[in-house]
């Protein structure tokens, strides 16, 4: 696996389960696009450019599943996730010598949770989610867990 030595573009998402579909957040040259993932939840990617990049594109997918196998594993293990939990991604584009390479960085919020479950919690979805399973081993991924 090689790491982005030069970051070229960054797509970027915040996506969070969409509890009330009247809440509209974006702003004149933004969206909020709602998306569909297994499991009936809705998400969004809140406040996204009209024209999303493939990066933004790609974070987004990911970031609805992500969140989708979040709370299937919450779920399985007895865990009630606070309404305001949420999952940043950030893929990057760069360079390593003359390849070109993606990246990704995490951002989960669970608020009021104990770090080491929070931390947990994250790794788990990440064995599970298809798309961490996809990329596992092929792109530099890091994953920060803010519980406060």
Request: aromatic letters at 6%; hydrophobic letters at 45%; charged letters at 20%.
């Amino acid at each position: 696996m090689k790491k982005i030595e030069k970051i070229h573009y960054t797509g970027q998402t915040l996506t969070k389960v969409n509890r009330d579909p009247a809440l509209q957040r974006g702003e004149h040259g933004v969206a909020d696009i709602k998306l569909s993932a297994a499991g009936g939840e809705n998400y969004e990617f809140i406040a996204a450019e009209l024209h999303p990049t493939a990066e933004q594109l790609f974070a987004g997918a990911w970031s609805a599943c992500w969140i989708t196998v979040l709370n299937i594993v919450a779920s399985t293990k007895n865990i009630t996730l606070p309404e305001d939990t949420t999952v940043d991604l950030q893929v990057n584009i760069g360079e390593n010598g003359p390849a070109w390479v993606l990246g990704a960085k995490f951002t989960l919020r669970i608020p009021c949770m104990e770090q080491a479950a929070a931390e947990a919690l994250a790794h788990a979805v990440h064995q599970f989610c298809p798309y961490s399973q996809a990329t596992k081993g092929n792109i530099e991924v890091v994953t920060e867990v803010i519980t406060a």
